[in-house]
Nanobody, 114 residues
Framework: QVQLVESGGGLVQPGGSLRLSCAAS????????MGWYRQAPGKQRELVASITSGGRMNYADSVKGRFTISRDSAKKALYLQMNSLKPEDTAVYYCHLATTVDNWGQGTQVTVSS
């Protein structure tokens, strides 16, 4: 069974930065990719950034140039560096691991507010 645990969320002022981390544990086979999603109140969950098993990265247009996804395969960890944060980035951020099934973390709250 795969477990994903996110950390690093919090309250930050507009223009600030946060770094989210996702630690994976358990027996993991056939990794197709990993990514970060977010869900704001009253909105659908949306893809923020993803990285395939081959290392190809993809970003939502709204975060391009501000967010950077990275991974440490040896540590089974995924990261999201978020810079120049905006109030509209406020959401619960979820770590996602795609194997033969979808695996999700419990989410971490990011609030951007002055």
């Amino acid at each position: 069974q795969v477990q994903l645990v996110e950390s690093g969320g919090g309250l930050v002022q507009p223009g600030g930065s946060l770094r989210l981390s996702c630690a994976a544990s358990g027996t993991i086979f056939s990794i197709q990719g990993m990514g970060w999603y977010r869900q704001a109140p009253g909105k659908q969950r949306e893809l923020v950034a993803s990285i395939t098993s081959g290392g190809r990265m993809n970003y939502a247009d709204s975060v391009k140039g501000r967010f950077t996804i990275s991974r440490d395969s040896a540590k089974k960890a995924l990261y999201l560096q978020m810079n120049s944060l905006k109030p509209e980035d406020t959401a619960v951020y979820y770590c996602h691991l795609a194997t033969t099934v979808d695996n999700w973390g419990q989410g971490t709250q990011v609030t951007v507010s002055s």
